[in-house]
């Protein structure tokens, strides 16, 4: 399992640096863009379907209102309502999620282009070429996109029961989500360094309050009914350039830094 290092100060990238960055360049502006409007389409048709489906299950499920008079036939109307609008809200939740997955694996290989391109803008010379981009990296991306959809998926199940645990459950949700969604952004620069799923993780680990500074506004924007979409979809590539910019300074303050002079100067003879 991989030490982290001790870091200084200058090796985080602060979201206001990220956003001048990213601010400062057409292309990412326009790459950017771009990917927004995909993510938004993909996700809103994967909703809208899976809501469709959803409901046509709570039709099968649920049956018409049942009917009854007196004290028990209130109860079983009740009953039969709130059973419905739970299930209904909490489908749609999940559908959300879903949605949004199966958009996320969709467009991670543009995902992972942008960040390239604003760790080469960014890093200049400095910049290590990592994983080439072709028909075969291509589907590697998108195969490390679905293991990231697949283990969201986990997360998403994870999260519904613990939300029914009184007042601690809503927290463990909340902290879920966060780490899963700087997890999301950790994807990209890792999967360009064709870094495995457990080593990702082990990177959310080991740096878990930088990741926790990642994934805090991704996974409060994800909270906001009916506006969650259209807020990630937005949040989805500056995150990703913040993301990128971070990894790389953070990466680069764990490797071992170059010998200096008199380290590398041959010993001179004992004298005697």
């Known amino acids: 399992m991989e030490t982290p290092l001790l870091r200084p100060p200058s090796c985080w990238v602060s979201l206001n640096t990220s ?15 771009l990917l927004f409007l995909v993510t938004v389409v993909l996700t809103w048709l994967g909703y809208s379907l899976a809501v469709d489906f959803t409901e046509g299950l709570i039709s099968g499920l649920l ?17 039969w309502l709130v059973t419905t609008w739970m299930f209904a809200v909490v489908s749609r939740v999940v559908a959300f999620y879903l949605a949004f997955l199966v958009a996320y694996i969709c467009t991670t290989p543009g995902y992972i282009f942008l960040s390239a391109s604003a760790e080469k803008k960014h890093e200049g010379a400095d910049f290590e070429p990592d994983a080439a981009l072709n028909v075969s990296g291509i589907i590697i991306d998108l195969w490390e996109g679905l293991k990231i959809g697949l283990f969201g998926i986990v997360v998403t199940a994870i999260a519904l029961f613990a939300n029914f645990i009184p007042m601690v459950g809503q927290v463990v949700v909340f ?57 990630m979809a937005l949040l989805f590539p500056l995150m990703t350039i913040h993301t990128t910019l971070n990894f790389a300074a953070i990466e680069k303050c764990r490797a071992p830094s170059p010998p200096g002079p008199e380290e590398t100067a041959p010993l001179r003879p004992a004298q005697p």
Do not use: C
Request: hydrophobic share 45%; glycine share 10%; proline share 6%.
């Open 175 to 231: 902290l879920l989500y966060t780490y899963y969604s700087a997890l999301l952004f950790v994807d990209y620069p890792a999967s360009r360094r064709r870094w495995s799923l457990a080593r990702k993780i082990r990177w959310v680990q080991g740096h878990h309050r930088i990741s926790f500074r990642i994934g805090l506004l991704p996974a409060i924007a994800s909270m906001i009914p009916l506006l969650n979409i259209f807020f």
């Open 19 to 33: 956003i001048s960055f990213f601010l400062r360049s057409p292309r990412l502006i326009g790459w950017s863009s």
């Open 63 to 79: 049956g018409q209102e049942p009917q009854g008079g007196g004290i028990w036939g209130w109860i079983k109307v009740k009953g």
